[in-house]
């Protein structure tokens, strides 16, 4: 039976309590922090003494970060956000440039994983594992009695 417990070990390279969100989320709220520290000090370095506007606290100055962004830059989704148009251009001129020979072979790859597979057919990273386990299962092997 597989052991689910998994308090204690370091897991697929995960830290920060193994939670795979939050180192993102903390450095999306560092940057948030200082961005927001950085209007506000702009703001109030500049503004107040060129057009005699007041001094603005964090929250606005946050609340000037969000306004801008949805006046100026949109709600921040469109077509290439995630570079996917990028890389689905780059292959496209790839597969352009392939002659017939050269497309059939990148689609036999395609078809069959990309990887070398050994007799079990699978590309082996598995196979170490059910081995693994295979080993700890089997009872210990006795000498018979002649």
Same mark, same amino acid.
């Given at each position: &039976?597989?052991?689910?417990? +998994?308090?204690g070990?370091?897991?697929?390279?995960?830290?920060m309590?193994?939670?795979?969100? %939050? !180192?993102?989320?903390?450095?999306?709220?560092?940057?948030?922090?200082?961005?927001? *520290?950085?209007?506000m000090?702009?703001? $109030? @370095?500049?503004?107040? @003494?060129?057009i005699?506007? !007041?001094?603005?606290? /964090?929250?606005? @100055? =946050?609340? =000037?970060?969000?306004?801008?962004r949805? *006046? /100026?830059?949109?709600l921040?989704?469109?077509?290439?956000m /995630?570079? +996917?148009?990028? #890389?689905?251009?780059? &292959?496209?001129?790839?597969?352009?440039?392939?002659?017939? #020979?050269?497309r059939?072979?990148?689609?036999?790859?395609?078809r069959e994983?990309?990887?070398?597979?050994? %007799?079990?057919?699978?590309?082996?990273?598995?196979?170490?594992?059910?081995? $693994?386990?295979?080993?700890? $299962?089997?009872?210990? !092997?006795?000498?018979e009695?002649?």
């Open positions: &039976m597989r052991d689910f417990d +998994m308090r070990r370091r897991f697929g390279g995960r830290g309590g193994g939670h795979r969100m %939050a !180192k993102p989320l903390l450095l999306g709220v560092a940057l948030l922090v200082v961005l927001g *520290l950085l209007v000090s702009l703001w $109030n @370095a500049l503004l107040p @003494a060129i005699g506007v !007041k001094s603005i606290g /964090f929250w606005q @100055a =946050l609340g =000037l970060l969000v306004l801008c949805i *006046l /100026f830059g949109g921040g989704f469109h077509a290439g /995630f570079g +996917m148009v990028r #890389e689905r251009r780059r &292959m496209h001129e790839r597969w352009m440039q392939m002659t017939p #020979e050269q059939e072979e990148f689609m036999r790859q395609r994983g990309f990887g070398r597979r050994d %007799a079990r057919g699978h590309c082996g990273w598995r196979g170490r594992w059910e081995d $693994n386990a295979d080993t700890q $299962n089997t009872p210990p !092997k006795t000498p009695a002649e």
